[in-house]
């Protein structure tokens, strides 16, 4: 079964500091990807960032990146500089690929509050 | 541009009625889907569609239906609605099942009482 957990319900964080964003996932699949989402308060879901398991660099995106740790299961999303518009949740968010369903599972989520 | 678009925003509906919720994408994506989206569990797969009479059922589908007659459209329909289902649903699309990105639609709002 695939699982993904993001154990920060909560974050702070002072503008124009970086903050990281925790995730660490469970599969037995080979190849699978991990995806950020950013759902800010108007309710839509926004893609961010992607890291494919293979991949041999982190996925970088303006000011986010993705710190992947494929021994440690782990997929964190750092934002740097934080900006007051970053305050919303980030979904952490895995698809295996060997099954080729194409389906998402996600994380319970987690929210930034972005400090002035 | 294209988009993915679904219609109600808002709805509030009675328990026991039928209740379809649109769903509209004009990026041509064969691949669509439904999540469910509920504090305490985040996103949850209902329903998902390779093309067109393709469906398939998620790790919460009843109680919910899907029908695939062209590509741009998966409306999703509540048979019976229960307050169970008070929920915020979101539309899903994407080019292919494995490395693509799949992009989600504004989400609607249902309220059952």
């Known amino acids: 079964a695939q699982k993904i957990t993001q154990t920060q319900p909560g974050m702070f964080v002072q503008e124009k500091e970086a903050v990281t964003l925790d995730c660490t996932y469970d599969t037995s699949d080979p190849s699978y990807g991990l995806f950020w989402y950013k759902q800010p308060s108007s309710g839509e879901m926004i893609f961010l960032i992607y890291?494919?398991?293979?991949?041999?660099q982190n996925a970088t995106e303006g000011r986010y990146s993705l710190n992947f740790q494929k021994a440690r299961k782990s997929a964190n999303l750092v934002i740097s500089a934080s900006q007051l518009g970053d305050s919303a949740m980030y979904f952490c968010a895995m698809r295996g690929f060997s099954s080729n369903t194409g389906k998402l599972i996600f994380g319970q989520g987690t929210t930034l509050q972005v400090k002035p | 541009d294209a988009e993915i678009t679904q219609s109600p925003r808002h709805k509030i509906t009675e328990t026991g009625r039928q209740v379809t919720l649109a769903c509209h994408q004009t990026w041509n994506h064969n691949n669509m889907f439904w999540y469910r989206q509920d504090l305490g569990h985040g996103l949850r797969l209902i329903h998902y569609?390779?093309?067109?009479?393709?469906?398939n059922k998620g790790e919460v589908s009843d109680g919910y239906s899907v029908s695939r007659s062209n590509t741009e459209d998966l409306p999703l329909t509540l048979e019976s609605a229960a307050s169970s289902q008070t929920s915020v649903y979101f539309c899903a699309s994407s080019v292919s099942r494995s490395t693509d990105t799949q992009y989600f639609g504004p989400g609607t709002r249902l309220t059952v009482l």
């Open positions: 569609s390779y093309g067109v009479q393709d469906t």
């Open positions: 890291q494919g398991s293979y991949d041999q």
